[in-house]
Every structure is written in structure tokens, then in C-alpha cells.
């Protein structure tokens, strides 16, 4: 167990890495504790949750909204839950988000804390105090910046997950690694078999390095007005890939990361090398390094995506991996590169 | 015009006390502003808006409510918005509250601030970084703390408020008042009339002196951990008759701040002859001094409501008109006092 801590304005989250989740008790406050998780993961794992009070939610994307948010409202409110009452969410990164922000929000917050179940909840989703749910199809259009008090990553519940969902996961880190972790991302390039098995010595470490990258950079930066921006790396065509394409988040985010780079050589700022190297990467790991939608339904979802100000877009560039640089780029400019890259 | 400032964790809020609501423009950053408010407002008031887009709600207490989020979230969406729209709220407590949820959780966060148009927005609802909405039939369940950037108080708009929406505020000016104004309190005292009649220059003291103490509080204690709890004079009852009585919440809070008095006085902290003073002033007020509701549905509701904590309340006392004391008392004994002191 070693543990890392976010410092930020609403709050500090305790990063528990390598904890076991039948030691999840041992990080809730005394008192009244409310599990929330979904269908899947208490089938799963339910016997490592602290007995009491569960709320199980319908598992998949489908949960991440406002119907699901008035539902655990509702629960909350037939429970009888009251400020004392600490809200701890079991799953991945839809279960995370969604709890996050019901937690945050009933009777204008609830004290709460996170087991991410998935590699991409461990790694990326359940980090960062950004919470909330989509919106008319659209990818965490409603939610607040709330630290969760802690998140705890087991490295064992992993040997669960569908091999989809460990590619999915495994892309974040790529994304991680590419911004922020020269040395991350040689170490999945030189053993992305070992990675996609979750070598446990290889996954720990991994998994620390991604989370220590990001805690940095959320701890500097909660409401992404400058640096936080950097880890939007292959999330502007992700999140429209996602939307217009129904991909996995980790798929879509694969192949934004691959736009990205080539968006990168492009502009001049990337040697065609790098790029190379990122999308080679991404294939060795089972991800898409190229985007299946239409230009017109990507731009028209980039458009919408709410990182956006006004006409202009903060695009994530990099420079080479390991040192991205963001650059406010026109939206005709992005929808160009678009139309001219996919 | 006079300013006050809250400074508060989410953010800091300018109170512009005495500035008309036709200056709203000049308080608003530049850039795209969202004005949002009622049909009474907008009818009433609607050429003092900056020029530009609105989004217009139903008036009424039946707005406060998710379903009135959701409706600004879609407006929002099919406007446009991104995070460096503003939104304007313009309207009395219902709108602000709502408005200012809808506004803090979209985009996880835009920035807004308030025009309030109602007395007691102004001594209250729009000061303090309190919003939310109400849940099934329970106050403000729904919420976050988030400051407004400022919040505008014109006493003209005043004029055109019907005389029961007058005395609502004045009650909450008396509870500001029997916590931490014994000067204010003689004022209302001496003057009740021209109280009611919205006397210009003793309104505006009034005002600005109701705000100077919630101001303090509120900046010492955003979250209501500890000292803000005074505010809440009046208010475990009052919202309980709001609940269950269907009383206005001035006149709500009026009842229970008599209430909370004769509490005050069977406990041996308060004086015989200051309640008679509170309930007094809440008479020539015009405001009720005694619930017209079933004991067994006030114990009830005061169970759902949300400042409880386990099976003890904080209940705020008086020891003398200026001087409240909050003591944590099991919810028992405040249940047989509802019985008893009705």
C-alpha cells in the first residue's frame, strides 16, 4: 500500500494504491456508511464490501444521467441519509461519477469515497474530483469539481475486468504517460504484453506512475483553467468519437491521442517518429489508432463539447513525449485537420 | 451604492446594496450573458435586462425543483453555452436558487451572479452561496455552496412587491436581527409601519445592516459546520411548516422563530419578556406568531429536514435578542416541545 495525496481547493483526496477492497472499512469514518455500486461489481465483489446499507445501480454508460442521479436522490431520501452519512461509491468510472456527484449535491454534499474497480476508473476517472454525468448525448455536460476523501485502487479486482476494459484503462495511461512520463511510456512500449496479462509488477507500477502524474497536475490546476488542460490529450475527437461513434471511452480517447499526433507533425511542433511511436503503441495495446466516423458528426459533436470557449479550442499538442503544449487553435482550423487527417 | 463583500471557500460575492437593477450590464464581465428569470419578473422588470438572450421560468415555488434544472440545462445546451457564457439570474429566492444550482453545475460550473428582486432575497435567499432545490416535497434537499460573483440589490424593484411578500422578508430581517442586530431590532421595533410601507431610508439601512451580519457569518462558516447555524433562528420549525402547512417561508419562519422563543424561555435561557418582544414585533409585522399545523405532521417533517444530524438536532436558542446559542438536543425533546408549546 503506498498513498498519494491530491491538494486541492475543494478538498484533499487520499490515493490508496495496492489497498485491498475488503479493506475498504478501514477508510470510511465512523458511522453511517452507503455504499453505491452497480449490478455487475456487487455480483463481483459484494462480499468485500463493509456490511450496511447498498444502492445498486443498473450497470453501462446508460446510468451516467440525470435519471440516475434522481434515483439515488431518491434512495438517499427513503434511507434517510443525512450529512453524517458517508456515501462510499464500488465501480468503475460511470459508478464513480455518477455517485460523485449525487454524493456532492444531496443536501448540498455528502461526505464520499471511491474504489475504482476498473483500470480506467484507477487510473483516470475516479482521480481528479471532477464529477457528474452526460447530457442529451453529450459527455459530463452537468457536475461539480468535488475531491472525493479518498480512492482506492486494488490492483486485484483488475483480474475481473474483459479484456476491452483493461485496453480501455490502458489507454488513459498512453495518455498519461505521452503528457506527462517519458519513462512510463517506454516501459509500456517495451512490454505491452505483459500490460495487457496486468503483470501485477508491471500494472502496480504503472498504475502509481499514471496516478502521481495526475495528482501532480490536478493539485495545481483543480478547475482546469491552464495545466489540467494537458491530460485533455486526445480528448477533443475522443469525446466527439465517443458521442458521434459510440466507441469505449478508452478506444475513442486512442484514437483522439493518434489525431492528436498527427495534428502535432502537422503543425510542425512533432517529429513524424513520435507519432509513430504513439500509434504503434496503441496498436501493439488493441486500441484504434484511427477515427470511424464521418468528419461532418465529429465536427458538429466537437462543437458541442463543452471544453470549448467560444470559436476558439484549447487543442493539447505535443512537442514530444512526455512534453505536451496546449495552443487556442480556431474551430475552423481543428475541423480542417479533421476533414484532412482522419 | 454601497458594497460588501463575502469571502467565503467557493468564491468571493460582492453585495451591491443600493444599485439599480438598470446597472445590472455594468457588474457583468464582458462576453455573452444569459439573463435568467420568471414571467412576473420579466413582465414587471424585463426592460431594466441587459440587452440579450433569456430564459423565463414559470414564477412560483413549484419551479424550485429538479425538473426546472433540467429545463435550464436543455436551454443552456440549445443555446450554446459554453464556460465563458454568464449567467444573470434576475427574480426573488425561488429563481436564484434554481438558477444559481443550474448555473454551478453546468459545464461543472459557469460563472454567474444575482439581481434580487424580492426583499427577501436580498436580506437572504441571494446572499450566502446557499442553492438548490427542493425534493420531494422537502426544502432545498438538492444543492451546492457556490458563490455568486455579486449580488445586486436595487430597493426601487422593491416597490412592486405585493404586502405579504414584504412582510415574508421582514421576517427574515427579524431573524437576522434577534441573532446578531439588537440595534436593527429596536429600529423594527420603534417603526413597524414604516417597515411595511418600505420607508426608503429605513429599508435601506435595514438592508444593508440584515447583510452586513449575514456577510460575517456566512464568510466565517460557508458550509454551516459551526457559527452559521445561528441563521437557522426560525428555521427547523419553519421549514417544517413550509412542508407541511403549505405557510409562505417568511411567515414559516416567523412561527418558528415565536416558537423557538417560548423554547428559549421553557429552557431557562431567554427572558419571558424578550419573546414577548419577538412575538410582538412578528404581529405588528402582520406575520403569524403561532404554527397552524398537526403536531404529529410538524415532528414529521422537522425529521426529514435536512440540518438534522443522526437523532439530534442543533437547535438555535436565543439568551437574549442579539445573543442565539445553538445547543445539539435529542430529537425527542424538540418533539415534545412541539407538542407542549403549540
Known amino acids: 500500500l503506498t498513498t498519494l495525496e491530491v491538494r ?32 455487475t461489481v456487487d455480483r463481483l465483489h459484494g462480499s468485500s464490501f463493509p456490511a450496511g446499507e447498498k444502492i445498486v445501480l443498473a450497470p453501462g454508460e446508460a446510468s451516467k444521467s440525470l435519471a440516475t442521479v434522481e434515483e439515488i436522490y431518491g434512495r438517499l431520501f427513503e434511507m434517510g441519509a443525512d450529512r453524517s452519512t458517508f456515501v462510499a461509491a464500488v465501480g468503475g468510472g460511470v459508478v464513480c461519477d455518477v455517485a460523485g456527484f449525487a454524493a456532492s449535491t444531496y443536501l448540498r454534499g455528502l461526505p464520499f469515497g471511491f474504489a475504482a474497480t476498473t483500470l480506467l476508473a484507477q487510473v483516470d476517472a475516479g482521480i481528479g474530483g471532477k464529477n457528474g454525468v452526460d447530457f442529451r448525448g453529450y459527455k459530463n455536460m452537468v457536475g461539480v469539481f468535488q475531491q472525493p476523501r479518498f480512492v482506492l485502487c486494488d490492483p486485484d479486482v483488475l483480474r475481473t475486468l474483459p479484456p476491452r476494459e483493461i485496453a480501455n484503462g490502458l489507454a488513459e495511461m498512453v495518455k498519461t504517460a505521452a503528457v506527462g512520463s517519458p519513462a512510463l511510456f517506454d516501459e509500456l512500449e517495451s512490454r505491452p504484453g505483459q500490460a495487457l496479462a496486468l503483470e501485477p509488477d508491471l500494472i502496480r507500477r504503472a498504475v502509481h506512475e499514471s496516478l ?76 484504434p489508432a484511427a477515427a470511424a466516423a464521418p468528419a461532418v458528426a465529429l465536427v458538429d459533436a466537437v462543437r458541442k463539447d463543452k471544453k470549448r470557449g467560444g470559436e476558439a479550442v484549447h487543442f493539447v499538442f505535443l512537442e514530444t513525449i512526455g512534453r505536451p503544449l496546449v495552443r487556442e487553435i480556431p474551430l475552423a482550423e481543428l475541423e480542417t485537420a479533421i476533414h484532412d487527417l482522419r
Chains 1, 2 share one sequence.
Open 8 to 39: 486541492a481547493p475543494s478538498g484533499v483526496c487520499r490515493v490508496l494504491v495496492g489497498e485491498s477492497l475488503d479493506h475498504l472499512d478501514r477508510h470510511t469514518p465512523p458511522g453511517r456508511v452507503i455504499v453505491i455500486t452497480d449490478a
Open 212 to 287: 502521481r502524474v495526475k495528482a501532480a497536475v490536478v493539485g495545481s490546476d483543480e478547475r482546469e483553467a491552464g495545466p489540467r488542460r494537458v491530460l485533455n490529450f486526445g480528448h477533443t475527437l475522443g469525446h466527439a468519437l465517443e458521442a458521434a461513434a459510440g466507441l469505449a471511452h478508452g478506444e475513442a480517447v486512442a484514437a483522439g491521442m493518434a489525431f492528436a499526433a498527427s495534428f502535432s507533425v502537422r503543425k510542425g511542433f512533432l517529429a513524424a517518429r513520435e507519432r509513430d511511436r504513439i500509434a504503434g503503441l496503441l496498436d501493439r495495446l488493441g486500441l
